[in-house]
């Protein structure tokens, strides 16, 4: 009796051990060439359009609001502009690096 049990917990483990390590498997193979990374650089701001949150000029930092991933980031920036980007005009983004925004004047659209 004891040895049918035996015999029976040592094939549940094989059998468990084998299908998830075929589920492992499956998994690494389907992913492979996708990276998952929720978080956002600052490379993915570059030439993105964002919305002026508190008003600035080249003599001091201002906020901006961008739209990301359904994400909404509200960042401290700085521009070379020397007329002041107000309160809700679309900025450019141009340089992201050192946790410094670099935006301009968005006369595109």
């Given at each position: ?14 059998i468990g051990s084998l299908t998830g ?89």
């Open positions: 009796m004891s040895y049918v049990i035996l015999v029976m917990i040592i094939v549940s483990i094989l390590g075929l589920f492992v498997s499956m998994i690494y193979l389907f992913r492979q060439d996708k990276t998952i990374d929720s978080m956002i650089k600052p490379e993915d701001l570059i030439g993105m359009s964002a919305i002026v949150e508190v008003p600035f000029d080249a003599s001091g930092k201002g906020k901006i609001q961008v739209k990301i991933n359904n994400s909404v980031l509200y960042l401290s920036a700085l521009t070379t502009e020397t007329k002041q980007l107000t309160k809700g005009q679309k900025v450019l983004i141009l340089q992201a690096s050192n946790n410094k925004i670099w935006v301009v004047e968005d006369d595109f659209t």
